[in-house]
């Protein structure tokens, strides 16, 4: 490493940059939500922490190999050109070492948790893995990342539960939906780029009025399935009033996107707020419940 990485504060922020922190907010308030959903409250403190730290692990274990399998791709997209792996601020052997040691945490604190939570911790790799050659070969890679998404609230009731109870697979439903409605949209934005380097993805092979259409689908689905999910919870008027933010905020996003599918920067950053309103709304429900529609 050389330049601003050589001194401590420099390397700390050039590995906030390899890892995208400022990122971690765009899922891990789901995760959190279907943490004190799962427990009914406030979990142990043990199994928070291992729940976060597993959360946490696994995103960093496939954003570092994800940095390294697209290496050379991002040097030839003007997006990701000023990647430190593309411009030699950090090395490859450093993407895998993150990569190895981001895996180990989480299998660590799958055992830590219960036998299936470390039973499926291979799987769970293999999907976050995976994910990253899926863009080589299949227009269904932002599926494939949907479904990534989806292991977050699996993930979650198996650690609290011990086994995926019918909620946690709406929950999982849920995820899959706006995982790929998220990608999709991320998508739209690297277009011309994945046409130019060969890559597939759902905007390349439906176009951009299709796929924008393809997104609306996605998150009504979505919102109908995380509104399933807090019937079935049994959720108060909180959850309820947050549902309704979300959809207002979807829409309208929706809206600007149709009209504007160039800017993608702005609805892709709105899931972190979209994940926050998630979030609260079952923080809400579980700190009233008596408070109902």
Not at 28 to 33: E, H, I, N, V
Request: proline share 5%; aromatic share 10%.
């Amino acid at each position: 490493m050389s330049g601003p990485a050589t001194s401590p504060s420099g390397w700390a922020r050039e590995l906030g940059r390899f890892l995208e922190i400022q990122n971690v907010g765009l899922n891990l308030p789901f995760g959190l939500a279907f943490l004190f959903a799962a427990a009914h409250g406030l979990p142990p403190w043990q199994t928070f922490l291992l729940v976060v730290i597993a959360l946490l692990a696994a995103r960093n274990a496939g954003h570092a190999f994800n940095r390294w399998t697209d290496r050379r791709l991002d040097a030839l997209n003007p997006r990701t050109q000023d990647r430190a792996l593309v411009t030699g601020r950090l090395s490859p052997g450093f993407a895998l070492a993150v990569t190895a040691l981001s895996a180990a945490v989480l299998v660590a604190a799958a055992a830590l948790l219960n036998p299936l939570s470390l039973a499926l911790s291979p799987v769970a790799l293999v999907l976050v893995f995976g994910y990253s050659y899926t863009k080589r070969y299949t227009s269904f890679t932002t599926v494939f990342l949907g479904l990534v998404e989806a292991l977050v609230p699996a993930g979650v009731f198996i650690a609290v539960t011990g086994g995926l109870p019918a909620v946690a697979l709406v929950a999982v439903a849920a995820m899959l939906a706006w995982g790929t409605s998220f990608e999709t949209i991320h998508s739209l934005g690297d277009l011309s780029t994945d046409r130019n380097l060969g890559l597939y993805s759902l905007p390349r092979r439906l176009g951009v009025r299709t796929s924008l259409a393809l997104i609306g689908v996605l998150h009504a689905g979505a919102l109908v399935l995380f509104g399933l999910f807090g019937a079935l919870m049994r959720f108060g008027l909180p959850f309820w009033v947050a549902w309704a933010g979300m959809v207002t905020l979807v829409a309208y996003s929706d809206v600007a996107l149709s009209r504007h599918p160039e800017q993608v920067r702005i609805p892709f950053e709105r899931h972190f707020l979209l994940a926050l309103l998630f979030l609260a709304g079952v923080l809400l429900a579980l700190a009233f419940p008596g408070v109902q529609l």
